[in-house]
């Protein structure tokens, strides 16, 4: 049986995975297989071909099997026939997802996508309530520091709500995630087994016992009791084997027992060292980085562990660094400067006050937000909701890979007083020094960091330079909640402890890959940092460090993008950061509804995302010409 754990072998790719499969075929995979053009575009459209085929997908789109299996026992317990549910690791995220849902339902609201139109609270109040699930450790599992209880949150409304409840599980990302579902669903049956064990004693007892005499009792054949339609009770001879000898592996989930049998994870009782391995392995790059470029001398470190905050998915680094930043400037819109990652722009949009956006991140555009924006916030009687909370940003974006100035951006934030809030993902801890420019730095874990693409998490970095700090702190020691599952923290410590070697390899490999890319004569642009805003990047590159493992290509026809696309031999599906070489039609998956807005900004409808994986260079050459060759149509 496969396990969670991938190595590209050198001279030797993946086979092409099924459509609807995981990607990589291992539990709890944060990918999908859409292999060809066509199947991103039915994916979008909903077609049942791809909807039906479809086991995995990534986890704020797709809600995994686990979740769902978890959400329709609760909802059996607890739910009415008119009603839907979402599950939420806390109380306090079901509360902000029935307020949104307050805000945002009303019983002839769309169902797509789009930034919907807020609503007075009362139209949707009294149909969104929250219940308290919990489920209790069976006796099998008790141990004097395990877990005694998980406690999930479940927010029910009615069904005609669903697309609006299903907004806020993509756009917060504080997701209940697939290993804590399936941790709940083996604690229910083992305590439903343990029930019907207690109650099969009892019945036994009743037939052992019948004058109350138990001398005279004596146990049923296995055969009779069956005949009778009573359960069988294990023999001896079974409960003296190991564990693993018995079918069905003591019901423990495969993966689990293969990553704690052979040494590979710790138990989880070691859950909360392991976050603090990951916030001290986080600290002590960005730290590293920041320290030193900035000349910094102070007494203490320039940040330390105590800085770093873990969530569960990286979305939900971003949306609560917003709502974190909210809590301090409740009135304030923020700017959205280059174009974002899809879900980014829309916690700024549907969220709060709302926000100005300057999709470009060029120069011009800093020039026309100081113009049209900030110098309005300057002023004896400028209102507080007039003035600035936030500039948001990529570094670099996603998916043209543009870097944003900012030194600049960071001069107007000292003259403007708003904070600087940058998603350094795609850049990541290794290649760039962006903390010292910045109040806040996010990332998403589930990416390179992690790299093997079986877990989710987020990371959320303060810098104690800024003059926010202290509100920040302050209002984080408040709000934050370590909502990230035990188990998903385990895996995510162990997959990262190679995260420099791996990222050094990957920029080695996608900058040889880029360079050949950009001279081909079947090939019309590449989006590489190396080449596009180069400046900008350099300012923050380390020293020695290379330019990321992504880029976007487009080529010279649309028939030639699918063709290309179609022909890559490599894994295909949503995702990036990943050990293995991951391609997508980023601008069919992301922006399929609103493909002109995208054009705007130079989104091209045919655009293809790749993320560059551990495979040798000769094996990605000879992938790569394969689907170069494949083009007929490049004009």
Known sequence: MATSHITPVAGVRPEQAPLGSPVPNVPHAISVSLPTFRDNVDYEEAAPRVVNAMVSGYPRFFV??????????????????????????????????????????????????????????????????????????????????????????????????????????????????????????????????????????????????????RHYAAAKPVAQQQQQGLPAVQSQDDEDKPVEEIDGMDSRDYEVYVEERYGRNLDLSFAPKAKVALRRRIAAQVAHHAGSASGWTGDKEYVTEEDVYLYPTGMSAIYNAHRIAMTLFPTRKSICFGFPYTDSLKVLQKFGPGCYFYGHGEEHDIDALEKEVLEKTLGENVK????????????????????????????????????????????????????????????????????????????????????????????????????????????????????????????????????????????????????????????????????????????????????FFDALPFYKGPSLGTNFTLACPYTILAHYYELDWAAQFGIDRNLIRVAVGLEDKEVLFQGFNEALDAITDDE
């Open 64 to 213: 995994s099997l686990k979740v769902k299996e978890l959400v329709a026992i609760c909802e059996k317990k607890y739910g009415k026939p008119t009603e839907n549910s979402f599950l939420w690791p806390s109380r306090r995220v079901a509360e902000r997802c029935r307020h949104f849902v307050e805000r945002y339902y009303v019983p002839t609201i769309s169902t797509d996508d789009s930034t919907p139109t807020p609503h007075p609270p009362s139209t949707g109040a009294g149909s969104v309530r929250i219940v308290e699930f919990v489920i209790h450790a069976p006796t099998s599992e008790l141990k004097p520091d395990g877990i005694k209880q998980v406690k999930v949150f479940a927010t029910f409304f009615p069904k005609e709500a669903y697309s609006v409840a299903k907004q806020f599980w993509q756009h917060a990302g504080d997701i209940v995630s697939s290993r804590q579902a399936a941790f709940c669903l083996r604690w229910l049956a083992l305590k439903a087994e343990e029930d019907s064990q207690q109650q099969q004693q009892k019945d036994e007892a009743t037939i052992r016992m019948p004058r109350g005499n």
């Open 384 to 563: 507080e909701e007039d003035k600035i909370l936030a500039v948001f940003c990529e570094f670099p974006s996603n998916p043209l890979l543009k870097s944003s100035n900012l030194v600049r951006l960071g001069q107007l934030a000292e003259k403007y007083g708003f904070m600087i809030i940058v998603d350094e993902t795609l850049g990541n801890f290794v290649n760039v020094r962006i903390l010292e420019f910045a109040d806040i730095v996010v990332s998403s874990l589930s990416k390179i960091f992690s790299g093997d693409s079986n877990v989710m998490g987020g990371s959320l970095v303060l810098n104690p330079q800024r003059r926010f700090y202290k509100g920040l702190k302050e209002a984080i020691g408040r709000e934050y909640e370590d909502l990230m599952w035990v188990e998903d923290a385990i895996f995510m410590e162990r997959n990262s402890r190679t995260f420099q070697t791996r990222i050094a390899r990957i920029d080695e490999n996608t900058e040889a890959l880029c360079d050949y890319l950009l001279t081909h004569p079947k090939v019309k642009e590449v989006y590489y940092p190396k080449y596009v805003t180069t400046a900008n990047y350099l300012t923050h590159k380390v020293e020695g460090a290379g330019f990321g493992g992504l880029f976007s290509v487009i080529f010279h026809s649309a028939k030639g993008s699918e063709q």
